[in-house]
């Protein structure tokens, strides 16, 4: 199988930006499409403040960080990516806004054997793949977060997959961009995030009912289990807004109780306290 080199990424957000970072890393042109010219500008400024993070760190020589930039282009215009080989969608957890994202994908590319991929952490990859005239060629690509440090991709196939785009999807995501792959079933929450949100929402839970200090929850699972953050911190490094849209995702496919979204965090996300991107969730973040 030839390797990709012409990868498109849509949506600049948190995973969009960094599923971009790596990949330009790795050696492949990137095209990101952003829905507006102001937020493909803002997405750009994203990867390049990360990219600059690296060189200060010293993970990446500036002579990384620009060849990477070179490999990288932003547009507001869909209709850039019709020759991709790869696509890959990372706007936001919203059904309505993704479907279109399909609908819009599958009239302008061009290569008949292009793999089309969600980011989608709870909706249905056959929801999306039903939306396009090419259903065997979409599968769920699942990055976390940050992408450029986790090293899991759940990949999964939808009943509609083909072999081929599996294989293809597979060892993008291993040879070419380096990470692990676990296979995932198509059920709302994956493997993954079947385990972390009740985990995450029982955090919630617990000082929403005043029983427990955000601090000392996370301290808890940071010291007492090794975490490398605690369920609150990870919230505000998410996004509070995701962890919601994933937990309903996950409530309205299986209304089990536990994926419910307790209502602080509703009135967290309704004040626009939503982590570290808004600089304020369960903490305080300097802007
Ligand atoms: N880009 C590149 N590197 C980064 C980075 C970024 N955005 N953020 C951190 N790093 C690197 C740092 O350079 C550092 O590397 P070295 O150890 O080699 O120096 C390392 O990661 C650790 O970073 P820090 O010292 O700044 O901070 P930390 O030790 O507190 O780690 C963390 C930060 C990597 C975020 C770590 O706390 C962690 O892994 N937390 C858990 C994250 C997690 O669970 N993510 C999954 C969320 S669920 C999800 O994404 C899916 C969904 O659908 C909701």
Known sequence: MPDISRFGVIGCGLM???????????????????????????G???????????????????????????RLSFTHDLGKLADRQFVIEAVAERREVKLEVFRQLDKVLT???????????????????????????????????????????????AL???????DRARSFATE??????????????FVVNALL??????????VESGAARPEDVDRGMELGCAHPMGPLRLL????????????ESMYEEFKEPLYA???????????GHLGRKSGRGFYAYDA
């Open 16 to 42: 969009g930006s960094g599923i971009a970072e790596v990949a330009a890393l790795r050696g492949l042109d990137v095209i990101v499409a952003e829905s507006t010219p102001e937020l493909a500008a803002a």
């Open 44 to 70: 750009r400024d994203r990867v390049a403040a990360s990219l600059d993070r690296g060189v200060l760190r010293g993970k990446l020589t500036g002579a990384d960080r620009d060849r990477a930039l070179a």
């Open 111 to 157: 290569d008949p054997d292009v793999v089309l991929a969600t980011n989608t952490s709870s909706i249905p990859v056959v929801d999306l793949a039903v939306a396009t005239g090419r259903a065997s060629r979409v599968v769920g690509l699942h990055f976390f977060n940050p992408v450029p440090v986790q090293k899991l991709i759940e990949v999964i196939p």
């Open 160 to 166: 509609t997959t083909s072999a081929d785009a599996l």
């Open 176 to 189: 070419q961009l380096g990470k692990e792959v676990i296979q995932a079933p198509d059920r709302s929450g």
């Open 197 to 206: 949100v009740p985990y995450l929402l029982a955090a919630v839970r617990m």
């Open 236 to 247: 505000d490094l998410i996004g509070l807004d995701t962890a919601q849209a994933v937990a």
């Open 261 to 271: 979204a307790p209502p602080l965090l509703q009135r967290m996300v309704a004040a």
